[in-house]
């Protein structure tokens, strides 16, 4: 099996939906909040995973909630997340 490495970021994309797009300087209520996976580095790893590839990523997170969805994203693709660091301190992009 080929084997790749990616070293990246991870992001925690939260998602806003709303009937329309706001005009400048209109505030409009969102109607639905959505949390997605996401980080170049990280949707590299993941895509590479889908293709077959054994991937190992290195990379950052913050020590929270949103840093544990990202590593068990990256998990569940199948991913090595080693080493990733942990910050208590950061929140994730």
Request: some cysteine; charged content about 20%.
């Amino acid at each position: 099996m080929n084997k790749i490495a990616v070293a990246g970021s991870l992001h925690y994309d939260i998602m806003i939906d709303a009937h329309h797009r706001p005009e400048k300087g209109e505030t409009v209520m969102g109607t639905a909040c959505r949390y997605k996976f996401g980080g170049k580095g990280g949707n590299q790893a993941i895509s590479a995973a889908k293709s077959g590839l054994e991937v190992w990523f290195a990379g950052a997170v913050g020590a929270d909630e949103q840093g544990r969805f990202l590593v068990d994203t990256l998990r569940q693709a199948a991913l090595t997340p080693a080493p990733l660091r942990w910050w208590r301190t950061a929140l994730p992009g």
